[in-house]
């Protein structure tokens, strides 16, 4: 498809957003390869973008298209591109860009044909809903969209940490007309006046150390950009390497889910207990939900639970630095976008984090199965108010009908073998929640025979 070359009109104010806000990256000595599975050799290669803006009101929503996998978005071609907004069905078209990649892979391939936008191969790869037409450096703007990025080994990653303690490691760093940032001024950002850092937030360097380090969104991301446009992610460090949780079983924690965005995709993230503390109940039932949900800055906060683990130990994992919720020690361990605020019984959800779930040798698992054959294993049985389910009570689910099994779905048991089954989650995890409130993830059974990983 081809969009004409007439450009929009916009508002001074919104030009200086849709300037500002994305992703800015560009040329490196390699061009980026495009496999069926990932787009590679990224790091300090050059794109840019488009913004479509569609809507004003009630939100701003501006989709994104830009040239990653499909191109280095030549100069004199990105000069002269004038997409047609109104032609596409938009409000308003700017371009977004030059900028430069500090991520080495993109683990998932932008979905959809490439679209002609003013001379220039693009795709469509998310949506903004930034809080406002010109938002200042440091504000968090909600993205939607689906991603998994990957620096590998020996990679310098420039975070940035706010007062709250959230961290966001750098995407990429702009290349703007008239822009004199190179790669090598990177890790002097934090000293930089122009970085315009607010106070009490922090700016660090740290060099990956294992294989690699991968961050991950579902369709709900958050960024931020620095005084002079670079671009980070919100994420949560690795656990370092054998450093697990261990003696798991039946062992009891709870959450907060915070809201930060209902549309045009639900965005929650997530805050729990594990490895803190058992959420004593009375701390848990005191912690005031009005004034956390205005410390963390969300739209709405609920609790979850309290649960108890039915898996033995978390061999890996990602959670942010513990935040004092009310009196609770909780960290941020991940994000999901339900289909809605109260998606019915085994309904699929994503979620964000890389994580190793483990369930010792002869341990019994309680596995539901869809028509499709689809596999979901329980990771933990709901213990909030009301509830009175107890382990003993797990291997006959089946029978119970308050789990409400749809038409078609299978509830089972099957005990581990003689080895520990470890399940992964690389980044991305698909979970289900039955009528009572149980969690299970999606899983693949091992192969016979086949080793498991250490």
Partial sequence: MRLGRTTATISAGFATLLAALLLLPATGAAEPVET????????????????????????I??????????????????????????AAGYLAAAKNGPSRWVIDKLLTVPEGDPVDLGG??????????????VPPPFAEIPF??????????????????????????????????????????????????????????????????????TLSSTTAG?????GFGNVYQR?????????????????????LFFVHRLAPSISVEIFNTVGLNDCPPDAFAAVDLAQVQAEQGALAVTRNG?????????????????????????????????????????????????????????????????????????????????????????????SNPAIMLPDGWTFRTRKVGRKNLDLRADGMATIVRDGLGSVYQRFTWPKPGKPPKK
């Fill in 36 to 59: 069926e599975r990932s787009i590679e050799r990224l790091y300090n290669s050059r794109y840019c973008e488009f913004l479509m803006v569609k809507q004003l009101t009630p939100v």
């Fill in 61 to 86: 929503e501006a989709d994104v298209f830009n040239t990653v996998g499909l191109g280095e978005c030549p100069p004199d071609q990105f000069a002269a591109a004038t997409p047609d907004a109104n």
């Fill in 120 to 133: 220039l191969p693009t795709r469509s790869i998310g949506t903004l809903t930034p809080p406002s037409p």
């Fill in 144 to 213: 939607s969209r689906s991603t998994v990025w990957n620096y590998r080994r020996g990679r310098t990653v420039r975070l940035l940490i706010s007062p709250a303690g959230h961290r966001y490691a750098m995407l990429s760093y702009s290349r703007v007309t008239g822009g004199t940032l190179k790669e090598s001024d990177l890790n002097g950002l934090g000293t930089n006046p122009g970085t315009a850092l607010p106070a009490g937030w922090k700016f660090r360097t740290k060099r990956v150390k294992a294989k690699s380090l």
């Fill in 222 to 226: 958050h960024i931020v950009r620095d």
């Fill in 235 to 255: 994420f949560n460090w690795p656990m370092p390497k054998n450093r697990g949780i261990r003696g798991l079983y039946n062992s009891r924690y709870c959450e």
């Fill in 306 to 398: 309290p649960r108890r683990w039915v898996l033995d130990a978390i061999l890996r994992g990602e959670a942010g630095q513990p935040v004092d919720m009310d009196g609770l020690p909780m960290r941020s361990v991940g994000s999901i976008a339900p289909p809605s605020l109260s998606p019915p019984p085994f309904t699929e959800i994503g979620i964000a984090r890389k994580t190793i779930w483990r369930y010792r040798q002869g341990r019994t698992l309680r596995i539901v199965t869809s028509p499709e054959g689809r596999k979901y294993v329980m990771q933990a049985y709901s213990r909030a108010p009301g509830s009175k389910v107890t382990e003993r009570d797990l291997d006959t689910l089946g």
